[in-house]
Each structure stands twice: as structure tokens, then as C-alpha cells.
Nanobody
Framework: QVQLAESGGGLVQAGGSLRLSCAAS????????MGWFRQAPGKEREFVAN???????LYADSVKGRFTISRDNAKDTVALQMNSLKPEDTAVYYC?????????????????WGQGTQVTVSS
């Protein structure tokens, strides 16, 4: 059974940093794209960043230059380093595994999802 487990969320002041991690179990995803999405209260889930199997990355404009996505294929983990956090970054953050051969900003192209981890940025 495939499982994705996020960790690293918490409460931080504006301008601070957090590092989210996502560990996959049940199978290996070293050849699959992986992504991070987030959902703020009352809003739709939105794309944050993704990374393909070889390490190429894509970021939402709202986080570009502040967030960095990375992966460790040997450990089947993906991380999201978040710097210069803003109150508008407050959301539940989800990691996801892309459908084979796909890597996009669209939720429906991701097959597996974690349960999410809360990030709260205070002003």
C-alpha cells in the first residue's frame, strides 16, 4: 500500500523558515515526478512546486525565489525548504506523486497524496 507522510510543519513568524519533508513507502518513486501543493482556509488547493526524476524543478510565481524543492531518490523522499515565509503562506501543505510520464501543476495529474501538514505563519 502506497503511503506518503509529510512532516515539518508548524508555527513560525513572518520572515522565518521551515523545512517540510515527505517520505514515500510501499513502492519506489525514484522515476516519478513529485510535487507540493497547499490549501489555505476557504481556498482551493494550489500548486507550489514540483520536481522530476532527474531534479528539474518548477515553482509557482508566489513562492519563486523563497522555496526550494529537492528529492533524494535513494530514500524516496522529497523536501520543501521554505524561507522568507509570509502570512499568506499559511496553509496545509500536501506532497503528491505524479502520474507516470506526467509532471504538471494540475492536481488531477497526481495519483498519490499525503495527509498534509499545517504551516502557520504569524505576522
Amino acid at each position: 500500500q502506497v503511503q506518503l507522510a509529510e512532516s515539518g510543519g508548524g508555527l513560525v513568524q513572518a520572515g522565518g523558515s521551515l523545512r517540510l519533508s515527505c517520505a514515500a513507502s510501499g513502492r519506489t518513486f525514484s522515476n516519478y515526478g513529485m510535487g507540493w501543493f497547499r490549501q489555505a482556509p476557504g481556498k482551493e488547493r494550489e500548486f507550489v512546486a514540483n520536481i522530476n526524476w532527474s531534479g528539474s524543478t518548477l515553482y509557482a510565481d508566489s513562492v519563486k525565489g523563497r522555496f526550494t524543492i529537492s528529492r533524494d531518490n535513494a530514500k524516496d523522499t522529497v523536501a520543501l525548504q521554505m524561507n522568507s515565509l509570509k502570512p499568506e503562506d499559511t496553509a496545509v501543505y500536501y506532497c503528491a506523486v505524479a502520474r507516470p510520464g506526467w509532471l504538471s501543476t494540475t492536481m488531477r495529474t497526481y495519483d498519490y497524496w499525503g495527509q498534509g501538514t499545517q504551516v502557520t505563519v504569524s505576522s
